[in-house]
């Protein structure tokens, strides 16, 4: 039984004589079958990274808690300038809703990750700038319902996402929770 198949040159149908000079290539099943499935394996790469397409990319889920959270600090510093009476609390409701932001930020952050050259990747949650100071500066009663509305916000999404985050949002939810229902009442 042969264990390989000669080439003919073309318009032969019998193998030259080996005196000839014509050198003939051996190709047994193995090869012919490995460089047909190589080429069909090629096909098929190229063919799918071509109809493949990027996903666009989405905001993080955690940027629309971190805008809140830098918003209700301006609002708290601005009606601590009009509320003597309640400035520390406002202080304190600032300081911690600052560092609610900035620990949504890390988070956000993480999840976006570095490049082994230590660059960030492009992102569709890019950093929150806090925004300017209302004006006329906001009543207490107006920064309290602005941190209700952030505490209803991330009881709320809370059990929509992954551990780590969902603790984060708890944790700002409850302490939102200690602001309106302690420290602005």
Do not use: N
């Not at 569709?124 to 505490?151: G, K, L």
């Not at 969902?166 to 409850?174: F, H, K, R, V, W």
Request: charged share 20%; aromatic share 2%.
């Amino acid at each position: 039984m042969p264990t390989s198949h000669r080439v003919h040159p073309p318009g032969s149908s019998a193998p030259p004589a080996a005196d000839a000079g014509i050198r003939t290539a051996a190709l047994d099943r193995r090869a012919l079958l490995r460089v047909a499935g190589g080429g069909a394996f090629a096909i098929m790469s190229l063919s799918a990274a071509a109809c493949a397409k990027d996903k666009p990319l989405e905001p993080d889920a955690l940027l629309p808690h971190e805008v809140s959270a830098r918003t209700d600090a301006v609002w708290a510093r601005a009606a601590a300038a009009t509320a003597p009476d309640k400035a520390a609390a406002l202080t304190v409701v600032a300081t911690q809703r600052t560092a609610h932001a900035d620990a949504l930020r890390a988070e956000i952050d993480r999840a976006i990750g570095l490049y082994g050259d230590g660059t960030k990747p492009k992102s569709a949650s890019p950093p929150v700038t806090p925004p300017v100071a209302p004006s006329p500066p906001p009543t207490v009663d107006a920064v309290r319902t602005r941190i209700a509305t952030a505490q209803k916000s991330a009881a709320d999404a809370a059990p929509t996402i992954s551990a780590y985050r969902a603790g984060l949002l708890a944790s700002i939810s409850a302490s939102c929770a200690a602001h309106v229902e302690v420290l602005l009442t």
